[in-house]
T-cell receptor
Framework: GQQLNQSPQSMFIQEGEDVSMNCTSSSIFNTWLWYKQDPGEGPVLLIALYKAGELTSNGRLTAQFGITRKDSFLNISASIPSDVGIYFCAGSYAGGTSYGKLTFGQGTILTVHP | GAVVSQHPSRVICKSGTSVKIECRSLDFQATTMFWYRQFPKQSLMLMATSNEGSKATYEQGVEKDKFLINHASLTLSTLTVTSAHPEDSSFYIC???????????FGDGTRLSIL
């Protein structure tokens, strides 16, 4: 089945620094999503990408859908303490029995030091 | 934006008890809802896809008789963990997507602890 490799597994940064994380897949997706999860809560959607090559921003967050459709990255600029949490990439392929199902990366744990 | 409500947020009960978790889409109709399980410091693992008006589709290795899913309306899906045991203790999260194929939006999860 499809597998997502997300890296890095964890990051420890100073407030104000930029952050970059990425996901690669063994097969293609036609949707890439980035979520953030705080402890004890469900994931919250940050950015959705629907087209190969698409670059989308949401405030200090920027994400791109790779040209090969097998990868995506998320950048966070000028990090602040409330950026702390676990970031997940997720991909979906609209076809056959897998329609709408998400495959999640392993997550990136972000710690921001004030 | 889309809101998904999950209830209860936390359950602590004795071994052998059956536990029902509700997932509601509050401002949209969800023909499809998904149930996930998450262990500490791990990613979300899809358990099953809940389809309104039809049987749920379970992922490989998930016992359908253990995890009963009912999607009786366009805004409600329920997951019942039958005869729960300590190994069923986990964080269960639901998600829903609307018919316009928007991205999945997640509930706040249910922390299940079986003593």
């Amino acid at each position: 089945g499809q597998q997502l490799n997300q890296s890095p597994q964890s990051m420890f940064i100073q407030e104000g620094e930029d952050v970059s994380m990425n996901c690669t897949s063994s097969s293609i997706f036609n949707t890439w999503l980035w979520y953030k999860q705080d402890p004890g809560e469900g994931p919250v959607l940050l950015i959705a990408l629907y087209k190969a090559g698409e670059l989308t921003s949401n405030g200090r967050l920027t994400a791109q859908f790779g040209i090969t459709r097998k990868d995506s990255f998320l950048n966070i600029s000028a990090s602040i303490p409330s950026d702390v949490g676990i970031y997940f990439c997720a991909g979906s392929y609209a076809g056959g029995t897998s329609y709408g199902k998400l495959t999640f990366g392993q997550g990136t744990i972000l710690t921001v030091h004030p | 934006g889309a809101v998904v409500s999950q209830h209860p947020s936390r359950v602590i009960c004795k071994s052998g008890t059956s536990v029902k978790i509700e997932c509601r889409s509050l401002d949209f109709q969800a023909t499809t809802m998904f149930w996930y399980r998450q262990f500490p410091k791990q990613s979300l693992m899809l358990m099953a896809t809940s389809n309104e008006g039809s049987k749920a589709t379970y992922e490989q290795g998930v016992e359908k008789d253990k995890f009963l899913i009912n999607h009786a309306s366009l805004t409600l899906s329920t997951l019942t963990v039958t005869s729960a045991h300590p190994e069923d203790s986990s964080f269960y999260i639901c998600s829903a997507r609307d018919p316009q194929n928007q991205p999945q939006h997640f509930g706040d999860g249910t922390r299940l602890s079986i003593l």
